[in-house]
């Protein structure tokens, strides 16, 4: 669109199969597709959505407050994207981020269904890893699955993440408090500093 500007940080990873990069205001309907297409797959993985989570005006607003949050540094959304950028295959998102002496964030994603068991998303969070660790300087990130996910918890132990605890009825999932698995991983390269 002819003189349009996104007031929001600019990421753009690329990696052998994906462009990986910040969610920005034109990305409602491709995230409205994404939600709408992977609905029920979601569905037992995900908080309960309301409708608006298919349709880009629900997007639109959401996507406000995203880049809000983006723009004072306390999330990153990334999108996991096709490399002619058309299609979301996926999204991980890095929330909570807090800083002083702490540096750390959570760590949330989600992939498409027709892009399962092909290492998309290990391909994609090693790039956006490496992003928060050098140039968002997190010390720690952690990411919770619940137990019977077990490729969630391969693909975190893969990415090097260990488990550090156990919490019963830890997040309300599909409607039903679902116990998870704690795990963390350390950027052991930290230095303070910056």
């Given at each position: 669109?002819?003189?349009?500007?996104?007031?929001?940080?600019?990421?753009?990873?690329?990696?052998?199969?994906?462009?990986?990069?910040?969610?920005?205001?034109?990305?409602?309907?491709?995230?409205?597709?994404?939600?709408?297409?992977?609905?029920?797959?979601?569905?037992?993985?995900?908080?309960?959505?309301?409708?608006?989570?298919?349709?880009?005006?629900?997007?639109?607003?959401?996507?406000?407050?995203?880049?809000?949050?983006?723009?004072?540094?306390?999330?990153?959304?990334?999108?996991?994207?096709?490399?002619?950028?058309?299609?979301?295959?996926?999204?991980?998102?890095?929330?909570?981020?807090?800083?002083?002496?702490?540096?750390?964030?959570?760590?949330?994603?989600?992939?498409?269904?027709?892009?399962?068991?092909?290492?998309?998303?290990?391909?994609?969070?090693q790039a956006a890893i490496r992003y928060m660790f050098r140039h968002q300087h997190m010390h720690r990130i952690m990411a919770n699955y619940m137990p019977h996910n077990q490729r969630?918890?391969?693909?975190?132990?893969?990415?090097?993440?260990?488990?550090?605890?156990?919490?019963?009825?830890?997040?309300?999932?599909?409607?039903?408090?679902?116990?998870?698995?704690?795990?963390?991983?350390?950027?052991?390269?930290?230095?303070?500093?910056?």
């Amino acid at each position: 669109m002819f003189g349009y500007r996104s007031s929001g940080p600019k990421v753009r990873l690329v990696t052998d199969r994906l462009v990986v990069r910040l969610v920005n205001d034109r990305d409602a309907y491709r995230m409205a597709d994404y939600y709408s297409i992977n609905r029920d797959f979601l569905k037992p993985w995900e908080p309960l959505r309301d409708e608006s989570h298919c349709y880009p005006s629900g997007w639109q607003a959401r996507l406000g407050m995203i880049n809000e949050l983006q723009k004072q540094g306390s999330a990153y959304y990334f999108i996991l994207l096709d490399p002619d950028e058309k299609e979301v295959r996926g999204v991980a998102n890095f929330s909570n981020v807090l800083r002083g002496s702490f540096h750390a964030c959570y760590l949330g994603y989600s992939l498409g269904e027709r892009w399962q068991g092909q290492g998309m998303m290990y391909e994609a969070l090693q790039a956006a890893i490496r992003y928060m660790f050098r140039h968002q300087h997190m010390h720690r990130i952690m990411a919770n699955y619940m137990p019977h996910n077990q490729r969630s918890g391969d693909l975190l132990k893969r990415l090097g993440f260990e488990q550090e605890g156990y919490a019963k009825r830890y997040l309300l999932i599909n409607g039903k408090w679902e116990d998870h698995v704690l795990t963390a991983l350390v950027n052991q390269e930290w230095t303070p500093g910056r």
